[in-house]
């Protein structure tokens, strides 16, 4: 493995703690405030309510797999150019992205955590799997399979271009 593929898990894995830990916190300042500090005249004016479920909402809504659609195509045509920049570019929104997931899986986790503590809510991972399908992709998309790695075919990478051009429409219908 890499050294910036190990650099990457472990931005990752600091991203789910530091959202999963910053939820709970927030949950029970919110918490607090609505117990103890409703007679306090700016607290008590605050609606006061724990976040929606939007962890469902937010994995189903197709951003995911239209992103990843798009950044194998833009990966396609990357492949066909020569510019560092580009690759340089894609690598980034890659890693990004997935850290955008993880954060968002940070948060789910920290609120199901909140939930099991306060209402001993069963702690369900269904609704996570769109997400953790969606890391598991832009990790690859950010180690293995970056344009830069893909560079290294050779004139291969020409065939490779072409087919990620061909498979990024497929992967939106498909996914």
Do not use: C
């Not at 600091?14 to 005249?41: D, K, R, S």
């Amino acid at each position: 493995m890499s050294q910036d593929t190990i650099d990457l898990l472990k931005v990752l894995v600091a991203t789910a703690l530091v959202f999963a830990g910053g939820t709970l916190v927030m949950l029970y300042v919110i918490f607090l405030l609505a117990q103890y500090g409703a007679n306090l005249p700016m607290i008590g004016a605050l609606p006061l309510q724990a976040p929606p479920e939007l962890v469902p909402v937010l994995v189903d809504s197709r951003v995911f797999p239209t992103l990843a659609a798009v950044h194998v195509t833009a990966s396609g045509i990357a492949l066909l150019l020569a510019s560092h920049t580009i690759d340089s570019a894609l690598l980034i929104a890659a890693k990004a992205v997935a850290v955008v997931i993880t954060a968002l899986i940070g948060f789910a986790g920290g609120h199901m955590i909140y939930l099991q503590l306060n209402e001993s809510t069963p702690v369900a991972l269904n609704a996570l799997a769109p997400a953790l399908i969606a890391l598991a992709g832009f990790f690859v998309l950010s180690t293995w399979l970056s344009v830069g790695n893909l560079r290294q075919l050779g004139n291969l990478r020409f065939v490779v271009g072409v087919a990620a051009i061909l498979l990024g429409p497929t992967l939106l219908v498909w996914l």
